[in-house]
């Protein structure tokens, strides 16, 4: 029963990424390409691992977490203005993004490929987050509050609680949380 809360997370996690694909194109939101590749990369990475260690419906919303950011960061290339431009921190978070994946390959032990790809995946996050944190109107908060969406979904649907099944899913949670409050936080207003 719980696999069809699952199931509905995925569709709003697509619809959230389809919005997000329509803001892009429009100029109004702007991916951090990084962020969004080493987005894509981590979760199905992650996603595999879980299915090798027998996690079933609870890995849906860890390979949706994937499958969305590979479409927006394809999509960015569509339009000239639907992108942040990077900088020299955006390139060392995705070498270590990167580099955590490597590790990965070299230990290929699934707990430690979940571990890693959260890693990657935390790495891919910080230019992001920053992004949000200096500049919220250049993002769009749909996907990240879907993600959240869908990792409490992850939850309901997990049957062993084992690492494999749980992990991704935590660190879905508390990165979806850190991005809508880089969002959304309380500004300072200037008065005159």
């Not at 500049?135 to 049957?159: R, V």
């Not at 508390?174 to 500004?187: A, H, M």
Request: charged residues 10%; aromatic residues 18%; glycine residues 6%.
């Amino acid at each position: 029963m719980l696999q069809y809360l699952v199931i509905v997370g995925a569709f709003v996690a697509l619809f959230a990424c389809f919005s997000y694909i329509r803001s892009m194109l429009r100029g109004e939101a702007k991916p951090n390409r990084v962020s969004w590749l080493m987005w894509a990369i981590a979760p199905i990475i992650a996603t595999a691992a879980a299915l090798s260690t027998g996690v079933t419906w609870a890995a849906l919303p860890v390979f949706m977490s994937g499958f969305s950011p590979l479409l927006i960061f394809i999509f960015s290339f569509v339009s000239k203005n639907a992108y942040w431009k990077l900088t020299l921190f955006d390139y060392l978070c995705g070498f270590l993004s990167a580099f955590a994946l490597i590790f990965w390959v070299i230990t290929k032990d699934p707990n430690i490929a979940i571990a890693f790809a959260i890693a990657s995946d935390g790495a891919a996050a910080i230019p992001t987050i920053t992004k949000a944190w200096n500049y919220p109107g250049t993002e769009n908060s749909l996907p990240f509050a879907s993600g959240l969406f869908g990792a409490l979904a992850g939850f309901l649907a997990i049957q062993t609680w084992m690492f494999s099944a749980y992990a991704f899913p935590m660190y879905l949670l508390v990165v979806n949380i850190i991005i809508l409050f880089s969002l959304y936080r309380p500004r300072k207003r200037l008065t005159y």
